[in-house]
């Protein structure tokens, strides 16, 4: 898909005038596109630095399914999005335009660009709701916007293939993209900061715009902070193993703030750097604006103020060429991306080290995910191998859960060995995924989905079997409760969130532990029963046995001699539709 | 400091000069003093030009407790005092006197500006002048001298230079004029603080001891601007090259230097080689797919003796085999799989998994169903072969320290967990895993009861024999013990028989137990 120069100028010029608006937003339709503009604001509050979670009613999508890590987005700019969908006429006037059928721009100077990147969020988790899904996606052209969120939304975005709607401008000196990596709550200049950027965004001749005397010490402040953030960062990036690395961990945190999408830099001689890998983004942040001398820190310190607000002179006049990005970049492409930006921007040594750090880090996911995919077929073999033993178990009329529990024959004991061959492969994907080791599209990817789901739905009652045989309920507690692997949660989660089933309905692969720990807690007393919901745990399971033997999932649970259907003749209420799904 | 501990979030330690010392001497104590604890605030010591504190064995306990993060020595390229105690002898020659004395008078007479001036002391001329120029350099020139021995010996690897004199722990920060750099590889710290000394000039190593401020300040605002690389052109195809070029420059060793090439190799030496951590952790996992299987022998293994006609138990069945194939074949597998975790520890020990390694879940609970399962195995070994007339009991000697570790990380994982959990069926192991090894030594204690021998002291042994049996009692009616332990024939059994006909044999003649 292409963006062309002429949305992107309308847009910045439309960013620009929403400031003098009163409204929440403004709306512009021309022959082909909608274009929503947000206001930016210039008081302290709108500004604070503070960190809350995402509202996940609101943005769904936006965390990490497998490790469960939800997203951190700057608590102002979200409280202040939140006002403007719920208050305004806002999703009225979009869903106008899509019927229409106008491309859908959201766009924002300053701090106007988190309120558009947070409409441009909710309008892909609204599309995403619906059936059948919105064909065109929105775009999101944000100039000189702050930082929003941590490094979940880069992962996020990128696994739902939403990073390449959104489009951060940025003018190579300007401060503001930058802010967010110091904290900023406490900083009394801040304000001064502000009241400056208010005076200018009035001003008709930006020439006669004077920085205030504390802006060297500003910049100091916000490139020291931004500093520890990428070198934080770049000792990641290198796999520093040192000790005391991790011990620094524990004493500084730094700030979490993270870019997303892609970025276009000015380099401040005409040229226009692209870049869209967010560890590099992060990385040139801070080294673009390195200064290399204290005069010319004092210049490049005002020039951090000035060029707030000269996106005209300096980027949009350089943009001569559609912008092209499908997220779909081979590893080369991404690569001479990188060393592009590396040059083009005249970078130290070390500053070109850490870009280039970012770019191996992406090289190193990319062979991850290569080594995993090489593994599908040994996976395959030993998934056919455990439905085998599956169905000759079923020839003989007994569960294979039973079979292997009871682990009389040899066979028992190779489907063992398979169990424990296809635990250590997924293990090692698990392994990789909680490092973020693996693509951000990892968890999204329709055939790994699969395989997770067909994995789980085979193996995991062997598992289940496995711990109650040797009764490791009573060492560590119920199956559920703690002693789940991650290799079972994390293919759920992905399945869930994919067919938008709610959180642990597809429990059907580990049914089993609930009938074994439904079986235990009848033989206790009354109060332990109704302490863990023993009447209403019965019903439910009953209930989703019929559904999941009706979708065909569960068969081996209804041979006549299986634990479940013995335990189930031993109810007192039982539910008479599953007798008829009981093979005798 | 342990009042601290409760209202504080992280502790720091810090001291300059012999200060450091102290510091460092005080972080070790708290660390160990923290492990006991489950959640402790982390310990970090920072010091500024002190000496070394102790030898390579001191370095190698840290590292293997893996606290070599916590701490970092700041030392300058210039300084004599870190370097001083290479040569030992160097601290009793009065030019050291003089130093101390001059160092003294500088520390206390100056302010808190960053820039330090001698300033005359109310008597004469300042103790550095009065070291002239010779001295100096013969001072210097010995200090060098048992540096490069040192350096030497590190890189040959010889174990005699390294167990009688000091030897640097923890990391480094080397600083120079151009900037810093940071070693945690014990034998590049050594050579690097030689080669950087190298290029000293007689007045600064007095001097440079004091310049920590000046040092501290400039690193801080150095990163912040762009360097242009001053020595030639940069190696562009191989990032490699290009950061260990950055390094050599951020030591202060300009690439013109006969040092250079030096350390160039010794920086070379100190990175990482092999995989990443989290890769290994990653490889990891699939190894130890493949080394489950042997648990499954080993447990299937223990089914069968359960089930056989001798009704042994397999911890005895184990101990009293003969040369039977399965015996061996099970003996092997108990040998693969101490390698196989000894391996694991060796390789946290060498910083090649990730740093929370033993919190993780999945390995600390595979580690310890390991243990409980094997222990047995192992403890029947080495009863078997009377170890424990050569070497002492295995609890006090033999116990290998895997299994040391494993408990360690069981007990900080199941810190805060349930332990109230009533069983209603034996454990398929016991879960106290040393408990065999207690089995031997009430063994023994019962033996030497039996033997009738006067000299030892009955009154002490009837005591631990009727701990130990409290104890085992306990565990059996916390159903605690696999089924192994109530065997008809086990050591336990036939243990208790025995204890039962002792004491009514000696009820009838008369009452041991009321003896004074």
Not at chain 1, 347 to 355: E, H, V
Request: with cysteine.
């Amino acid at each position: 898909m292409a963006v062309k120069e002429e949305i992107v100028s309308k847009a910045f010029s439309e960013a620009m005038g929403a400031h003098r608006s009163r409204n929440e937003f403004v709306e512009k339709i021309t022959s082909s596109e909608a274009i929503f503009s947000f206001p930016g604001s210039w008081s302290f509050e709108d500004w604070c630095s503070e960190e809350a979670k995402i509202d996940s009613a609101l943005f769904p999508s936006l965390r990490s399914l497998g490790n469960k890590h939800c997203a951190v987005v700057n608590k102002a700019f979200q409280d202040r999005f939140k006002l403007v969908a719920e208050n305004s006429q806002l999703r009225k006037r979009v869903e106008e335009a899509v019927q229409k059928n106008k491309q859908i721009v959201f766009t924002g100077h300053s701090s106007g660009g988190p309120i558009a990147v947070l409409a441009a969020i909710w309008f892909l988790e609204d599309s995403a709701k619906r059936d059948p899904p919105r064909r065109i996606g929105p775009l999101c052209l944000t100039f000189g916007s702050p930082l929003v969120g941590n490094h979940i939304f880069s992962h996020a975005l990128r696994r739902e293939n939403w990073s390449r709607y959104f489009i951060h401008f940025a003018t190579r000196y300007d401060i503001v993209p930058r802010i967010f990596l110091a904290p900023l709550s406490s900083k009394p200049q801040f304000q001064q900061i502000l009241d400056s950027f208010k005076s200018q965004s009035v001003l008709t001749n930006l020439g006669s715009y004077e920085p205030p005397s504390i802006a060297y010490e500003f910049f100091k402040d916000v490139m020291s902070n931004a500093l520890t953030v990428t070198s934080h960062a770049a000792c990641k990036l290198m796999e520093s193993s040192n000790l005391l690395f991790e011990t620094m961990t524990s004493f500084i945190k730094p700030s979490s703030y993270r870019p997303f999408g892609t970025y276009i830099f000015s380099n401040g001689n005409g040229k226009l750097v692209t870049l869209n890998n967010a560890d590099a983004v992060l990385q040139l942040l801070f080294y673009s604006c390195q200064p290399s001398s204290e005069e010319d820190g004092k210049e490049i310190a005002k020039k951090s103020l000035t060029e707030h607000f000269a996106y005209n002179n300096e980027l949009l006049q350089s943009l001569k060429e559609p912008i092209v990005l499908d997220g779909k970049e081979s590893a080369d492409a991404c690569n001479d991306m990188i060393n592009k930006a590396a040059e083009d921007m005249g970078l130290s040594a070390r500053g070109r080290l850490c870009l280039l750090a970012a770019g191996e880090l992406d090289s190193q996911k990319r062979k991850n995910k290569e080594k995993m995919d090489s593994k599908k077929g040994q996976i395959e073999r030993a998934l056919k191998d455990v439905e085998n033993y599956k169905n000759k178990c079923a020839a003989h009329k007994v569960g294979y859960y039973d079979s292997f529990k009871r682990q009389k024959n040899e066979d028992d004991f190779k489907a063992n060995v398979k169990r424990l061959e296809l635990a250590g492969i997924l293990d090692e994907m698990i392994e990789m995924l909680k490092g973020y080791k693996l693509p951000d599209q990892f968890e999204g990817l329709k055939e790994w989905i699969d395989i997770g789901t067909r994995y789980r739905r085979l193996i995991e009652p062997l598992d289940i079997a496995n711990y109650y045989r040797h009764s490791k309920d009573e060492d560590t507690g119920p199956y559920m409760v703690g002693a789940r692997p991650k290799r079972y949660r994390y293919p759920q989660a992905w399945r869930e969130h994919a067919e938008k089933m709610p959180e642990g309905s597809s429990g059907e692969s580990c049914f089993w532990a609930e009938v074994e720990d439904l079986r235990t807690l009848m033989k206790k007393s009354p109060e332990e029963q109704t302490k863990f919901k023993f009447e209403s745990r019965t019903w439910d399971i009953q209930n989703n046995v019929v559904r999941w033997g009706k979708e065909r999932v569960i068969q081996d649970a209804f041979f006549g001699d299986s634990t479940f259907v013995k335990w189930w003749e031993s109810l007192p209420n039982k539910l008479p539709e599953i007798e008829q799904l009981v093979i005798r | 400091m342990l009042a601290l501990r409760e209202r504080c979030k992280f502790i720091v330690i810090t001291g300059h000069s012999l200060g450091g010392a102290t510091a460092s001497l005080a972080a070790l104590w708290l660390l160990c003093e923290l492990q006991s604890v489950t959640t402790s605030p982390p310990v970090l010591c920072i010091t500024f030009g002190s000496p070394l504190l102790g030898n390579d064995s001191l370095s190698g306990a840290i590292l293997r407790e893996r606290w070599s993060g916590n701490f970092c020595h700041v030392v300058s390229n210039h300084d004599i005092m870190p370097r001083l105690l290479f040569a030992p002898s160097a601290t009793l020659t009065p030019q050291m006197q003089l130093l101390l004395q001059h160092w003294h008078f500088s520390m206390s007479s100056t302010t808190t500006t960053t820039t330090t001036t001698i300033t005359t002391p109310p008597f004469g001329i300042p103790a550095a002048a009065r070291l002239g120029d010779q001295e100096k350099a013969e001072f210097l020139g010995f200090i060098m001298a048992s540096l490069e021995q040192s350096s030497v010996g590190a890189a040959v690897g010889e174990e005699t230079a390294g167990r009688f004199s000091f030897w640097p722990f923890g990391n480094y920060l080397l600083c120079s004029g151009e900037g810093a750099i940071c070693l945690d590889n014990a034998a590049s710290v050594v050579k690097m603080m030689y080669l950087m000394l190298m290029s000293c000039s007689l007045n600064d190593f007095t001097e440079d001891h004091l310049m920590y401020g000046e040092y501290v300040a400039r690193v801080s605002s150095q990163y912040l601007k762009q360097r242009s690389f001053v020595h030639g052109e940069l190696n562009r195809e191989s990032s490699y090259e290009t950061g260990l070029a950055l390094a050599l420059q951020s030591s202060g060793i300009s690439s013109q230097e006969p040092a250079a090439m030096q350390a160039k190799d010794c920086l070379t030496m100190a990175r990482r080689l092999g995989r990443t951590p989290h890769l290994n952790c990653a490889k990891l996992a699939v190894s130890l797919s493949q080394v489950v299987p042997y648990r499954a022998q080993i447990e299937w293994y223990k089914m069968l003796c359960d089930e056989s006609e001798d009704q042994m138990g397999y911890y005895d069945a184990f101990k009293r085999r003969g040369s039977s194939k399965r015996g061996d074949q099970v003996n092997m597998i108990r040998h693969k799989l101490g390698c196989f975790w000894d391996n694991i520890i060796e390789q946290l020990q060498n910083n090649e998994l990730p740093y929370d390694f033993h919190k993780r879940d999945k390995w600390v609970n595979s580690f310890h169903f390991y243990k409980l399962l094997v222990e047995p195995l192992e403890i029947a070994e080495y009863y078997r072969r009377g170890k424990h007339r050569v070497e002492g009991h295995y609890l006090k000697n033999g116990r290998p320290r895997r299994f040391q570790i494993s408990d360690r990380w069981w007990k900080e994982r199941r810190a805060n967990k349930d332990k109230n959990r009533t069983r209603t069926k034996f454990a398929s192991s016991t879960q106290d895993s040393s408990f065999w090894a207690r089995v031997e030594e009430a063994w023994e204690w019962l033996g030497d009861l039996q033997s009738g021998n006067d000299a030892i002291n009955k009154q002490e042994i009837w005591e631990n024999i009727n701990n130990f049996d409290r104890y085992a009692r306990t565990l059996i009616e916390r159903k605690e013990v696999s089924v192994d332990v109530l065997a008809k024939n086990s050591s336990y059994t036939i243990w208790n028989v025995e204890l039962s006909k002792l004491s009514s044999a000696l009820v009838c003649p008369a009452p041991l137990l009321h003896s004074a």
